[in-house]
């Protein structure tokens, strides 16, 4: 377990993704074998791609809360398998995790719970707030990591944060959990290109077509059984099907009309 | 320091629906127009392409098209006696932004009002009585009827080329669509879309139950159309991906699709997108408006003056320009006096889900933004209130729009939100549920309104938008009744469980509900209750026309942006045919 002081932790919080993906290169060697841009290999959570955010004791904990969450079954793969700790290590190591969309000025008030997220969190400062108590809560109730912990005791833990309202660095126990399914379930079924969602394995399992997108003679053709495989934006593009000529593009906007309208003697 | 740009005969403050609308008309009519877009510019090509189109996550669950609320968000709060937050992610209501506004990520859906609910109070209090209207409600007639509107739903539906089955030509009743609707000049422009299993379900049990389903008026076309611009639109492929995102197609009508590119061509015509209008300026006299000062990507500010400013960017913004500029009197809720902000109304949902058997599969991919079938025995006054202690009403139907599956995987009830147990039930039902969307009226009230928040500013270092807004009691009884009705059509549908429940309070910023925002800048024949007149000319400033859903006195029961399209015409008609024949004049004396 990790001990993170004070500055360290405002070091992280602000640091780049490069210099944290190095350190993740550094400390896991699972990780570092399988480097950038290689496809993991679904054997489980030693072989998820390299991380760009999470630390290795972060990545041990979202990759066993995940499987949990929505586990390997008779149906199919689960989260673990699907990739989606890749895809939530991505989302908060990317524009999403600093803050993208998100009206970050003050002052910051709890609020009632129908004005919504009111933290001043990032999503990256939220998790990484969270994930530190919650391991060093779990070292020392158990004297070990949330990984170690039998699956049971594991759901239990989870429910524990799904139903409390403990702060963890801050953040609230339940608005932890509430961002890491709401992630889960992104990365479970959002398009592979994201890193989640490995081999489209929730769309064949629930039988959606994905980024197929032409149903005009199947629409009418009540309560049919749609079998083709589906496709994927990240698919060989020649595989795009396009329904008619594309139409002569309108009259260019210039981004600057201003300054032509200026020299017209605008002044 | 601002520059100062060359006069212009008018100025439009948002480049969406309306505004490529007017710029149409008023350089038809030989004006010199530039359009000030606050987001970029973009087109059916590259821009709305598949597949990267055909991202869930980017469009529909990071919202790409929306208000960047990074630079101006709103704050909200249910009452007086709380204090507003900042609304840091959308999730209830999604502003857009961009050249076409929200008429390039819409669902098409295209309904006229109806007369009773133009005419609400004085309607109902000769129906029903004087005091039958609950004192909290601050409802008020339009100044407009429906048959006043009718040709301009007409010329805005075939401009659309929407999709659908009249009920009624010129007071003839036909078979099939919809019979409560009041009557039109002619059928629609193009015939209904193709009926999807789910609505066609749908529509045998409510015609056993006595009701009178037809199909939902649809702007996405079910055929290719050629529109008196001369553009011509395509068939719609059913490809699951219409709110919040743009059509790939050419199906969606969208000012890209029915107007923009003749609007473009227009040498009278300047567009200027990234263009962050800060205000409305005024002469000394206040009573005239000079041109809007704005800021461009690059940061510079500009003066851009104009005989004419047409306001026509989404509702709520229309609101907060009305107040950054300080033109009307701002609705104080203490007194009730005041008019900016006043009757800020929203829109009344719930939903029925029907969950199948196995063997029914829904396939709730293959549908369109607008393609189901619905009734509207319910709908404003179609049927009795007498017994009842609410006004207004809600349309439902089987109108299901995609099958999305980040924001679509219905589960029913005691399914845990997670584990084995959780995933089980996803596999389960994803392809063999309905859903039923209920969708109801908002009745304006006293307690209800839109003002310059006193804290959190925008990047600009303006003050946002405060929105005070819970659901009138009045609205929650309504929708309990309504969603009744509807649960009981559902199990008609052979569902193996049925289950729904109407809307409840408080209202909650933190889940969508409808992007139906309306009031604050009302049309009406009053101006001690409303900002502009019928012609939607501002009271305070004439050369000042304020034009959206911001003028709804309250929100109906259908959705708004046929009756925004409608008024937009009346509006444009208005402004050619008598405002520019006496420029600066009043068209309706106070």
């Known amino acids: 377990m990790e001990k993170l002081t004070r500055r360290t932790f405002f070091k992280a919080a602000g640091a780049t993704a490069a210099a944290l993906t190095a350190k993740a290169h550094a400390l896991t060697p699972d990780d570092a074998r399988h480097g950038h841009g290689a496809a993991p290999a679904a054997t489980g959570a030693s072989a998820q791609a390299a991380y760009l955010y999470f630390r290795p004791d972060e990545a041990r904990f979202v990759e066993a809360a995940v499987a949990r969450l929505i586990p390997l079954d008779a149906n199919g793969p689960g989260a673990l398998e699907a990739g989606v700790p890749n895809y939530i290590d991505r989302q908060l190591g990317g524009a999403w995790g600093a803050g993208e969309r998100l009206y970050r000025s003050g002052p910051w008030q709890p609020g009632l719970p129908g004005q919504g997220y009111q933290l001043p969190f990032t999503p990256a400062e939220l998790f990484r707030n969270a994930l530190r108590a919650i391991n060093d809560d779990v070292q020392k109730r158990r004297n070990t990591t949330f990984d170690k912990l039998p699956g049971n005791e594991q759901d239990a833990y989870l429910e524990s944060l799904q139903t409390g309202n403990q702060s963890l660095n801050g953040v609230p126990a339940h608005t932890f959990f509430e961002s890491l399914l709401a992630l889960t379930i992104e990365g479970f079924f959002a398009d592979p290109i994201y890193g989640g969602n490995k081999d489209m394995a929730s769309w064949k399992m629930i039988g959606f077509p994905g980024a197929y997108a032409s149903f005009y003679h199947l629409v009418d053709q009540h309560g049919v059984l749609f079998t083709r495989a589906p496709m994927s934006m990240g698919e060989d593009n020649r595989r795009m099907i396009h329904i008619q000529p594309v139409a002569a593009q309108p009259k260019a906007v210039g981004p600057n009309p201003v300054v032509a309208d200026k020299k017209k003697g605008g002044k | 320091m601002a520059t100062r740009l060359k006069e212009v005969d008018a100025v439009l403050v948002g480049v969406g629906l309306v505004g490529t609308m007017l710029g149409r008309e008023l350089t038809k009519a030989g004006l010199k127009v530039v359009g000030l877009e606050r987001g970029n510019a973009q087109f059916t090509v590259p821009d709305f392409q598949g597949p990267h189109m055909h991202d869930e996550l980017r469009y529909s669950v990071r919202k790409a098209f929306m208000q960047d609320n990074t630079k101006e968000a709103m704050t909200f709060r249910n009452n007086v006696n709380q204090v507003a937050l900042p609304i840091r992610r959308w999730e209830s209501f999604l502003p857009g932004t961009g050249l076409g506004g929200a008429a390039v990520h819409w669902n098409g859906q295209t309904y006229r009002f109806q007369d009773d609910e133009f ?409 001690k209750t409303s900002v502009v007149n019928r012609y939607l000319q501002s009271w305070d400033v004439p050369n000042l026309f304020v034009i959206g859903a911001s003028n709804f006195p309250q929100n109906a029961t259908y959705n708004p942006t046929d009756t925004v399209g409608a008024l937009a015409y009346m509006a444009a008609e208005a402004i050619v045919n008598r405002y520019l024949k006496a420029p600066g004049q009043a068209l309706v004396q106070a």
């Not at chain 2, 040709?151 to 409560?180: C, H, M, W």
């Not at chain 2, 395509?234 to 059509?247: D, H, I, K, S, T």
């Open chain 2, 119 to 527: 005419k609400i109070r004085s309607h109902t209090e000769q129906r029903y009585g004087k005091g039958f209207i609950d004192p909290e409600l601050t409802v008020q007639d339009w100044g407009v009827t429906a048959a006043d509107l009718e040709p301009y739903y007409d010329r805005f539906e075939y401009l659309l080329g929407t999709s659908g089955q009249a009920g009624n030509v010129k007071g003839q009743k036909i078979a099939g669509g919809n019979p409560f609707e009041d009557p039109r000049s002619r059928p629609y422009p193009t015939p209904p879309m193709k009926e999807p299993y789910g609505a066609a379900i749908f529509r045998k049990a409510a015609a056993s139950l006595g009701y009178h389903p037809f199909p939902q008026p649809s702007s996405n076309l079910s055929q290719p159309y050629t529109n008196p611009e001369g553009l011509t639109l395509q068939a719609c492929m059913f490809c699951g991906y219409c709110e919040r995102y743009g059509c790939e197609h050419y199906a969606k009508s969208s000012p890209q699709t029915i107007l923009l590119p003749v609007l473009l061509k227009d040498k009278n015509f300047t567009l200027r997108t990234q263009s962050q209008v800060l205000r409305i300026n005024l002469a000394q006299d206040k009573k005239t408006a000079t041109g809007v000062t704005y800021v461009d990507a690059a940061g510079h500010e500009f003066e851009q003056p104009a005989k004419l400013v047409i306001l026509c960017s989404f509702a709520l913004n229309n609101v907060r320009m009305m107040l950054l500029s300080g033109i009307g009197q701002p609705y104080d809720p203490k007194t009730g006096q005041g008019v900016v902000g006043r009757n800020y109304a929203y829109q009344t949902m719930s939903a029925v889900q029907v969950f199948f058997d196995e063997s029914v599969n829904i396939n709730p991919f293959m549908r369109s933004g607008a393609n189901g079938t619905l009734i509207a025995d319910f709908v404003g006054d179609n049927f009795d209130h007498g017994p009842h202690k609410f006004i207004g009403g809600a349309y439902f139907g089987e109108l299901m729009t995609n099958g999305r599956p980040i924001e679509f995987h219905p589960t029913p009830p005691g399914t845990p939100a997670w584990g084995a147990r959780w995933k089980e039930a996803v596999v389960r039902h994803y392809n063999h549920t309905s859903v039923l969307n209920v969708h109801g009226s908002s009745m304006a009230s006293r307690n209800n309104y839109l003002d310059l928040d006193p804290t959190y500013k925008d990047a600009w270092d303006q003050p946002l938008l405060r929105i005070t807004f819970d659901f009138p009691a009045n609205d929650l009884r309504m929708s309990a009744y309504v969603t009744d009705k509807a649960l009981a059509v559902g199990k008609a549908m052979g569902g193996r469980q049925v289950v729904g429940a109407g809307r409840k309070g408080p209202y909650t910023v933190t889940q969508y509900q409808t992007t139906h925002n309306t009031g604050g800048t009302v049309m009406g024949l009053d101006r």
